[in-house]
């Protein structure tokens, strides 16, 4: 969440910034804050499969 946080203030802080992008990270935000959500009634499955999820697109994300 953090990382999405970051991301949409610097952007919007900055000129020229492309507002799909800006979407696209709120919308990511969004998704990450509902499986934030999910992970309350998640089985413990569930839990590690999401957990893999947000590991891989936070490397993904950093890595760029």
């Known amino acids: 969440m ?3 946080n970051t991301q949409i203030a610097t952007a919007l802080r900055t000129p ?3 507002p ?3 979407a ?3 919308r990511a935000r969004e998704e990450a804050l ?3 959500d999910r992970v309350e009634t998640a089985t ?3 839990v590690v499969e999401i957990a ?4 891989a697109r936070l490397k ?4 760029k």
Do not use: I
């Not at 993904?60 to 890595?63: C, F, H, K, P, V």
């Open 2 to 4: 953090n990382w999405y």
């Open 16 to 18: 020229g910034t492309d």
């Open 24 to 26: 696209e990270w709120k």
């Open 60 to 63: 993904e994300l950093t890595a």
């Open 34 to 36: 509902r499986d934030q």
């Open 52 to 55: 893999m999820l947000y590991a």
């Open 20 to 22: 799909a992008q800006v």
């Open 44 to 46: 413990p499955d569930e």
